[in-house]
């Protein structure tokens, strides 16, 4: 039973049935909030892991693979990861000097170290590549990675881990130390000359058509530093968080795939890497505009791609990641309707997480569930767009998407940490008129009390 504060229930009755009102239907908005969550999900837990320290120098590369990372265990549902790298002290540092390529989390099953079993996200490139479940670059620490209630990344599930196998994760780290290099834009996109190398990471000559990209800054490589730069090594490391719930009835698992512009849409038999015929490129050049383009289209380099998903859901979170020079990027279902534009954010600053030209958040989008779906088969349009004023090497134009198999039916009235444009405004128009009827409520009770003061023989202070 709600009781109500004696001085309200002594209030005259006409005021007080509209105050008994406005309190109950406050009341009630508090009763849902808190049922909503009671349902939805349980504690949100959080785990703040570091990574092996790596040493990096100028100019120097970092790439590399670790395993049997910290990481969330038991049967649970992964809420968000996000990352950054930190010095031995742990301060955050700038791109400026460390360049964040890409960090990329993965799942294994495995018996004994030389016998792992590769999982991956649910789509849509060939073998392993592009096979993480999460995985971001310089905008990780402006990128919103929320998994709304009541979804979330199911792991640990003991039905899915092969008998005699355990579940671990494995972290890739790419950063690029550009502490006195000669050109720290051409460091960052890979440029090959910069590196001055002629083979791959795997020994294979370079073709002569190939001006930059992954295959000329892997570990060990060195971008070219300005003569007579003086600078030490220094420990760095990845310093990462995930939040995540206890896996129970209540939480809908979400699917995650990841789609690349570069995707030539062939899949040659036995062939699971990088080949110019064979799936997902990764990665790929823009050329520089000439005069006539930059009349015609203001210097935009336009990529698209028709893309087939093996299966269907409803949109839960989505985000494309880009390279400096990327202007947005756009997900088309079949119909011609956006299922999500993902832009970039530039920094204008020099503090870690703000630095000047570079690509320090991408938005995202959290459709209102159950309102975006896509069907299983269904032809969905990648467009990558980058700015072609000057040319740029190794850039990327991928997409996440999370999608879930079926739509709550209730609800939300928690909105993700982190709230977007596209999210529906429904628990602010909630909270104003919450407060509309407070002050209303407070308003009758302070005009009761001066009634009741006045009938008493009150008399304002003299002028």
């Known amino acids: 039973m709600i009781l109500l504060p004696e001085k309200w229930q002594k209030l005259p009755s006409s005021s007080g049935n509209m105050v008994l009102l406005l309190l109950l239907s406050t009341l009630a908005f508090d009763v849902s909030c808190t049922q909503a969550f009671l349902e939805n999900g349980n504690k949100i837990k959080s785990g703040t892991f570091q990574s092996p320290e790596f040493m990096l120098g100028p100019g120097s590369v970092e790439s590399n693979v670790y395993y049997d990372i910290d990481f969330p265990r038991g049967h649970v549902a992964l809420k968000s ?7 031995q002290a742990g301060n955050p540092v700038p791109l400026y000097e460390t360049y964040f390529h890409h960090w990329l989390v993965g799942k294994y099953y495995e018996r004994r170290p030389s016998d792992r079993n590769f999982s991956r996200n649910n789509g849509l490139c060939q073998g392993q590549i592009l096979g993480q479940y999460f995985g971001l670059g310089s905008e990780t620490r402006k990128t919103a990675t929320h998994i709304p209630d009541p979804f979330g990344v199911e792991i640990g599930n003991p039905a899915e881990i092969p008998e005699g196998y355990q579940e671990k994760w494995y972290l890739v780290v790419h950063a690029i130390e550009t502490r006195g290099v000669e050109d720290r834009m051409g460091c960052i996109e890979c ?4 590196y001055n190398v002629t083979d791959d990471e795997d020994g294979n000559p370079i073709k002569p058509d190939y001006k930059g990209g992954l295959q000329c800054c892997y570990g060990q490589t060195r971008c070219k530093v300005s003569q007579g730069f003086k600078g030490g090594k220094r420990s760095l490391s990845l310093r990462y968080t995930a939040k995540w719930i206890e896996w129970d009835s209540s939480a809908i698992p979400v699917e995650i795939f990841v789609l690349d512009v570069t995707d030539t849409g062939k899949r040659l038999h036995g062939l699971t890497g990088i080949s110019p015929e064979n799936g997902c490129q990764v990665e790929y050049e823009v050329e520089s505009c000439s005069a006539t383009n930059a009349a015609g289209n203001g210097c935009v380099d336009i990529k698209r791609n028709s893309l087939t998903m093996p299966t269907g859901g409803y949109v839960i ?19 011609g309707n956006i299922i999500c534009t993902s832009k970039p954010i530039y920094g204008n600053g020099n503090e870690a997480g703000n630095e000047d030209g570079y690509i320090v958040g991408m938005s995202t989008c959290y459709p209102e569930p159950g309102s975006v779906k896509i069907t299983a088969g ?9 700015n072609s004023t000057n040319k740029h090497t190794g850039v990327m134009g991928l997409f996440y998407i999370y999608i879930a198999k079926q739509a709550p039916n209730m609800t939300f009235s928690h909105p993700p ?3 977007h444009g596209s999210i529906k405004g429904t628990t602010y128009a909630w909270s104003i008129v919450v407060f509309i009827g407070l002050a209303v409520i407070i308003s009758i009770v302070v005009h009761s009390w001066l009634k009741k003061r006045r009938e008493r023989g009150y008399k304002t202070a003299p002028k």
């Open 191 to 194: 440029r090959c000359d910069l």
């Open 317 to 335: 979170y989505a985000v494309a990641h880009q390279h400096v020079g990327g202007t947005g990027s756009t997900l088309y279902g079949q119909d």
């Open 417 to 419: 940490v982190q709230k």
């Open 378 to 386: 269904e032809n969905l349009t990648l467009e990558s767009n980058y």
């Open 81 to 87: 990861f996000n990352a950054e790298v930190v010095d």
